[in-house]
C-alpha cells in the first residue's frame, strides 16, 4: 500500500517524533492435509461450520466430471464441538457459499447427510428423517457419497465396508456444473480449536492420475511475513523500518505500532520534505519472489510528539 503526499509535508512541525499505525491481520492457517503411513490420510482443520449461507472448513479434493462416487472410512475425529465434521463430500466451486452434498461422521450427532441446494443460501440437513441408527455413529465408520447423471446425490454409511445402509434423505437433487470438487471435508466446528482426522480407504471414480490439492474454504488467513513502512523523499531511496514481530501478519487483534522518526532520519530521510509513504509485507522492493497471501487492515495513521515516559 503506498499513498504519495498531496504537498510536501514538514514531519517536524509542532515537535513531532512518532509515527503511530495501528493494524491487525488474520491468524495463520492450521489446515493440513498428509498421508502418511499410505493410504491413511491425516487432515487438520478449524473453522466455524460447514454449515448457513457460508461454509468455513478445510478441502482435500480432486476433480471430478459427470456423475461419480466418493468412498472414505473416517478411523477417528477429535471432539472439538459435538458438531465437528469429517466426510466426504462434493461442491461444485471451492467458494464459501458453494452448492454441495456431503456425509459426515460427527462426535456427538451421528452420521449426517447436508447439502447446499443453490449457492450463497443456507444448507440444508437430513435433521428432519435422521434415523436412530445414524445418530449415534460414531468413528470409526465408513461414508460414500454419489452423483448420478440426472444430478441425484445419495449418502450412505457402512460398519464395515462392504454392507452399505442407505440414507433416509435420498436422494437429494442438486443441480451443479459437470465439472465438480470432490474429496474430503473437515471442520472444527470450533474457531478457537483444531480438529484433527484421520480418513482411509478413500476411492473415488474416474480420478486415475490425480494428485491431491487442498486448501482452507472460507476461513481467513495470512501468511507470516514481516510488515514494514517506507517513508522517501521526491527523489531518493525510501528509508525502511521492519516491525520487530515477525509475525505481526498473524496478529488478529488491533495493535499500535509507534516508531521513532529518527529512524527514518538515521537513513538519510529529510523530515521537513516528505513526499511517500508505503507499508507492505514481506521484502520492500521485492517484485521478483511470490509472498504470502492474505488481508491486513491499517487504520488511524498519525504522526504525535514524543510519548512522555511513565514515572
Request: with cysteine.
Amino acid at each position: 500500500m503506498e499513498l504519495t503526499l498531496s504537498a510536501v509535508r514538514d514531519w517536524t512541525e509542532e515537535g513531532v517524533a512518532e509515527l503511530s499505525i495501528w493494524f491487525r491481520g488474520n491468524p495463520a492457517s492450521v489446515g493440513s492435509f498428509v498421508e502418511a503411513p499410505a493410504s491413511t490420510y491425516t487432515m487438520t482443520a478449524t473453522g466455524a461450520d460447514i454449515w448457513n449461507d457460508a461454509d468455513e472448513f478445510h478441502y482435500a479434493f480432486k476433480t471430478l466430471t459427470g456423475p461419480g462416487s466418493i468412498v472414505a472410512k473416517v478411523l477417528s475425529v477429535d471432539n472439538t464441538d459435538a458438531w465437528a465434521k469429517a466426510g466426504v463430500m462434493i461442491r461444485e466451486t471451492l467458494a464459501a457459499g458453494s452448492k454441495f452434498a456431503a456425509v459426515y461422521i460427527t462426535p456427538g450427532n451421528g452420521c449426517r447427510f447436508q447439502a447446499r441446494t443453490d449457492s450463497d443460501v443456507d444448507a440444508t440437513s437430513d435433521t428432519s428423517v435422521a434415523t436412530a441408527e445414524q445418530t449415534v455413529i460414531v468413528a470409526p465408520y465408513w461414508v460414500k457419497l454419489e452423483r448420478d447423471v440426472a444430478g441425484n446425490f445419495r449418502a450412505s454409511y457402512s460398519s464395515n465396508g462392504s454392507t452399505w445402509r442407505q440414507m433416509s434423505w435420498n436422494p437429494q437433487s442438486i443441480s451443479m456444473s459437470s465439472n465438480v470438487y470432490v474429496g474430503l471435508a473437515v471442520t472444527s466446528h470450533n474457531n478457537s480449536a483444531t480438529c484433527q482426522v484421520q480418513f482411509s480407504n478413500v476411492t473415488i471414480t474416474d480420478t486415475a492420475g490425480q494428485q491431491w490439492a487442498n486448501q482452507d474454504v472460507g476461513i481467513a488467513s495470512n501468511a507470516a511475513e514481516p510488515l514494514y513502512v517506507a517513508v522517501s523523499n521526491s527523489a531518493g531511496t525510501p528509508a525502511v523500518v521492519v516491525n520487530d514481530d515477525m509475525n505481526a501478519a498473524v496478529t488478529d487483534t488491533w495493535t499500535e505500532w509507534v516508531i521513532p522518526l529518527s529512524a527514518f532520519n538515521d537513513q538519510g530521510i529529510n523530515l521537513t520534505n516528505v513526499d511517500r509513504i508505503a507499508i507492505g509485507l514481506g521484502t520492500q522492493g521485492n517484485i521478483t519472489v511470490p509472498g504470502g497471501s492474505g488481508k491486513m487492515y491499517f487504520d488511524d495513521i498519525r504522526l504525535y510528539q514524543p510519548t512522555e515516559a511513565a514515572e
